[in-house]
Nanobody, 126 residues
Framework: QVQLAESGGGLAQVGGSLRLSCQTT???????????IAWFRQAPGKERQFVAT????????YYAESVKGRFAVSRDFAKNTVNLQMNSLKPEDTAVYYC????????????????WGQGTQVTVSS
């Protein structure tokens, strides 16, 4: 049973930075397998939307246009974590951020997600 747990959310000012981490437990990501972790976010009154994804095995990444050039997703094999470095934050980045996994190369659609974390709040104030 895979479990995902986010940490690192909080309050940041416009233009500031935050770093989120997703701790994975029981994940399958061995050589030759297709496994990916993604970050999604959900603002009040809006649908959950894709932010960034990384393939656990080869490290290739893919980003939503709204965060490209500002956010960076990475993985740490030793700690079994996936991190999301968020720079140049904007008020519209305010949301609950969730990590999610999939037995597939990348995960960009909520319908493809196998497991969700509990979420962590990110608030960007001006």
């Amino acid at each position: 049973q895979v479990q995902l747990a986010e940490s690192g959310g909080g309050l940041a000012q416009v233009g500031g930075s935050l770093r989120l981490s997703c701790q994975t437990t029981g994940a399958s990501g061995g050589s030759g397998s297709m496994y990916s972790i993604a970050w999604f976010r959900q603002a009040p009154g809006k649908e959950r939307q894709f932010v960034a994804t990384i393939n656990w095995n080869d490290g290739n990444t893919y980003y939503a246009e709204s965060v490209k050039g500002r956010f960076a997703v990475s993985r740490d094999f030793a700690k079994n974590t996936v991190n999301l470095q968020m720079n140049s934050l904007k008020p519209e980045d305010t949301a609950v951020y969730y990590c999610a996994d999939r037995e597939g190369y990348w995960v960009t659609q909520t319908l493809d997600v196998r497991n969700w974390g509990q979420g962590t709040q990110v608030t960007v104030s001006s």
